[in-house]
């Protein structure tokens, strides 16, 4: 993501476990919502500035990552639209991340918040891992919970490298320490520029469980070696079930060498 267009999400809802009540939880969990502006904007900045080698250097308009197209947004009536939700879970750490028709089979990691403010983003050496901000809202309880992960790396595409290509709804599918797998239904899939990220949209507090997938997107800039913006996956709770995320594996795969040019790379500016 652009360094001048960070995001401003909003305070994420109290952490599981205080029931809600006003106090010193609360508190760090609103503290907590007013740096995650730099915290996921540093998803993106990590992911634009220590990777996106792989797009630099061998990159085609072939192997660039998909983005959505309109028809695959909000309907003009906005957000809200879709299947019915489901009732909200128990609170459980989250340990998968699948999408089907994707092929996304992913472990997720822990991510808070570092001294500057900025997310933790996950380790570069893993391309098949994703994250989840574990100081907000697990996945399948009231609120909005938010996974990030790569779009690539300097080796190659990552796990979230063809989200853009999801479509409304398709399932993701989260696998929890308790045994459930949350089912959520996507709604939308958005690409916005990093200057004009909508905060409250993507952040803001949800009455129902609500998921967002994120990663870099919106065009790659060679000039200053970095993604544009962000691809963002709006879906919501539709069901759950007792067992695993019965998704396969492989979410990339790597394109011939033969298919690789620089010349040829995305020219975004």
Not at 72 to 90: I, K, N
Not at 123 to 133: H, I, Q, T, V
Not at 192 to 215: N, Q, S
Request: proline share 12%.
């Amino acid at each position: 993501m652009p360094p001048d267009g960070p995001p401003r999400p909003g305070s994420p809802p109290p952490p599981p476990g205080d029931g809600g009540r006003a106090g010193r939880g609360e508190r760090r969990a609103r503290a907590g919502g007013a740096r995650l502006a730099g915290a996921l904007a540093a998803v993106g900045t990590l992911a634009a500035g220590a990777v996106g080698g792989w797009l630099i250097a061998g990159g085609t308009r072939d192997t660039a990552p998909p983005q959505p197209s309109a028809a695959q947004g909000f309907p003009s009536a906005g957000a809200g639209a879709g299947r019915a939700a489901a009732e909200p879970l128990p609170a459980a750490e989250p340990l998968r991340v699948a999408v089907p028709s994707l092929r996304i089979d992913a472990p997720l990691a822990r991510l808070g918040l570092a001294r500057d403010g900025s997310l933790a983003a996950p380790p570069e050496n893993d391309r098949n891992l994703a994250g989840w901000y574990a100081e907000g809202t697990p996945p399948g309880v009231t609120g909005t919970a938010l996974i990030a992960g790569h779009v690539d790396t300097r080796a190659g595409p990552a796990v979230f490298y063809r989200l853009g290509a999801l479509k409304r709804g398709h399932t993701v599918r989260i696998l929890r320490a308790d045994g459930r797998t949350a089912v959520f239904t996507v709604d939308a899939v958005e690409v916005y520029d990093g200057r004009h990220f909508p905060d409250e949209k993507v952040y803001g507090e949800a009455a129902r469980p609500e998921l967002r997938l994120i990663t870099c997107g919106g065009g790659f800039s060679r000039t200053r070696q970095e993604y544009l913006g962000n691809v963002v996956v709006f879906a919501h709770l539709t069901g759950s079930q007792f067992g695993g995320t019965a998704a396969a594996p492989l979410p990339w795969a790597r394109p011939p060498a033969d298919r690789f040019s620089a010349r040829s790379a995305p020219r975004t500016a």
